[in-house]
């Protein structure tokens, strides 16, 4: 069991450039996502973001996340 942190989720959010180490990252996330977890700590920080993303005028970044955020969440 792993317990993913918000540094780790973000780290595959619409708004990155990806890198191949991101790329190995995401293919091993689908290889154990039965194993993983993700706490309220990392929900409330991420909707935290997306919120600020909002408040500071970003709006098409801002549902882009949520949209991406809304498939993590449907997972865990």
Do not use: Q
Request: cysteine-free.
């Amino acid at each position: 069991m792993y317990l993913l942190d918000t540094n780790v989720v973000s780290l595959l959010a619409p708004s990155k450039r990806r890198t191949p180490s991101d790329e190995k990252l995401a293919a091993w996330i689908v290889e154990r996502s039965s194993d993983l977890w993700l706490s309220v700590i990392t929900s409330a920080e991420i909707e935290d973001g997306i919120a600020n993303a909002k408040r500071t005028g970003a709006t098409k970044k801002a549902g882009a996340l949520a949209e991406w955020w809304g498939e993590i969440r449907h997972y865990y």
